[in-house]
């Protein structure tokens, strides 16, 4: 007898019921063994329920401890505040894991594979900031808090050593501006050396690189970095910075894990501007699919959904537009669908 996993789903806004259904078809093809909890969020959740994020889905993720989300719209300047930064309040969703893979090659650069871990919940994301009004100018210093604790800094490092440990990566740099800001970032890295020293040691190499630098070397010769560890804005820098260097946004999937959920989506947002058009590129969330596949264990399955990813990409060639093919979301899926069951 097989068991089965509650998980919650939420379709999410613009293209995210479409790449949602085609995940769908993908893990209904592997048999994958969850029991979806079907909930609303973002614009949809405020059509559903009057709420960008509504008790019933919070109540089904806390029951479940495990989500795949499509993307949520959040209107930019005024209109209600981030349901992802939300959700990752509410489950204490401390670490952004973002690996970034070629799967298609012949881009800019073959053979990454580099994986960041970013600080979810803390630093300069936080919200602290507000303007100072001088004369006439309302607006003529803009001042924001940043906080970082060591609590927080270790745990998400600990996650980071152990996920190294787990998948055995040979290197981890620890990415920090610690020469200027020098509590703020400088905590972290103290932290970070701290308990590779006590824990660590030996079981992979550990280097510490400043911000800036880091982003050089990332562009000439992103082979020399292995998993690249760090806080909340450097970390959302980076993590788009080498989805860019394995193909862009389309490729790129993402988990938020915690000490009470773990929810697993696309980077991308919800590409208002080819939403409902058939053409979204549904890999970035199958391949999230996958990464939530590993973490409940089931490892063999996400290998065999990531083969099949890579030979309806690249033997097959059934590409979508974004990837300079000219297949429709459905096409690709049913693509896909065939590589699963036919190998
Ligand atoms: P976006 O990622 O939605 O789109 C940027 C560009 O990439 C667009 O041209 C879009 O068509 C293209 N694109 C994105 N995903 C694609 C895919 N799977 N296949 C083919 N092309 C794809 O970013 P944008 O436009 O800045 O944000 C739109 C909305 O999404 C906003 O409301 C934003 O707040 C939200 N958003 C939500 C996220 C989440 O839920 N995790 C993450 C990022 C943005």
């Given amino acids: 007898?097989?068991?089965?996993?509650?998980?919650?789903?939420?379709?999410?806004?613009?293209?995210?019921?479409?790449?949602?259904?085609?995940?769908?078809?993908?893990?209904?093809?592997?048999?994958?063994?969850?029991?979806?909890?079907?909930?609303?969020?973002?614009?949809?959740?405020?059509?559903?329920?009057?709420?960008?994020?509504?008790?019933?889905?919070?109540?089904?993720?806390?029951?479940?401890?495990?989500?795949?989300?499509?993307?949520?719209?959040?209107?930019?300047?005024?209109?209600?505040?981030?349901?992802?930064?939300?959700?990752?309040?509410?489950?204490?969703?401390?670490?952004?894991?973002?690996?970034?893979?070629?799967?298609?090659?012949?881009g800019r650069f073959d053979n990454i594979d580099l994986v960041v871990v970013r600080e979810n919940l803390e630093g300069l994301y936080i919200g602290h900031e507000h303007y100072v009004q001088i004369d006439d100018d309302p607006h003529a210093v803009a001042m924001a808090t940043g906080i970082n604790t060591r609590a927080g800094g270790r745990r998400l490092l600990e996650f980071a050593f152990e996920h190294a440990v787990a998948t055995g990566r040979r290197k981890v740099s620890i990415v920090h501006k610690a020469n200027i800001m020098k509590a703020l970032t400088g905590i972290f890295l103290e932290t970070g050396l701290e308990l590779y020293e006590r824990k660590y040691k030996g079981k992979f190499e550990l280097d510490t690189v400043i911000i800036d630098a880091c982003a050089m070397k990332l562009v000439l010769n992103p082979w020399q970095f292995d998993m690249l560890v760090t806080t909340n804005l450097f970390g959302d820098i980076l993590s788009d910075l080498v989805a860019g260097l394995v193909g862009g946004l389309g490729m790129a999937p993402g988990a938020n894990i915690g000490a009470d959920a773990a929810i697993f989506e696309a980077v991308h947002g919800s590409a208002p501007d080819i939403a409902g058009k058939g053409i979204a590129n549904p890999t970035a969330?199958?391949?999230?699919?996958?990464?939530?596949?590993?973490?409940?264990?089931?490892?063999?399955?996400?290998?065999?959904?990531r083969q099949a990813l890579h030979a309806t990409l690249n033997i097959d060639l059934v590409r979508t537009g974004d990837l300079g093919g000219s297949a429709s979301t459905s096409a690709f899926t049913q693509a896909l669908v065939r590589r699963i069951r036919n190998g």
């Fill in 1 to 106: 007898m097989t068991i089965r996993l509650p998980a919650t789903l939420i379709a999410g806004d613009g293209i995210g019921p479409e790449i949602v259904d085609a995940t769908l078809a993908a893990l209904d093809a592997l048999q994958a063994p969850f029991d979806w909890d079907h909930q609303a969020a973002g614009l949809a959740g405020v059509q559903a329920a009057g709420d960008p994020l509504p008790p019933a889905t919070l109540d089904s993720i806390r029951r479940t401890r495990l989500a795949l989300k499509g993307p949520l719209e959040t209107p930019s300047g005024g209109g209600y505040r981030s349901s992802n930064v939300r959700l990752r309040e509410a489950f204490q969703l401390y670490a952004n894991l973002r690996p970034a893979l070629n799967i298609v090659p012949g």
């Fill in 285 to 305: 969330l199958l391949l999230a699919a996958a990464m939530m596949l590993d973490h409940v264990r089931l490892t063999e399955m996400a290998t065999r959904l």
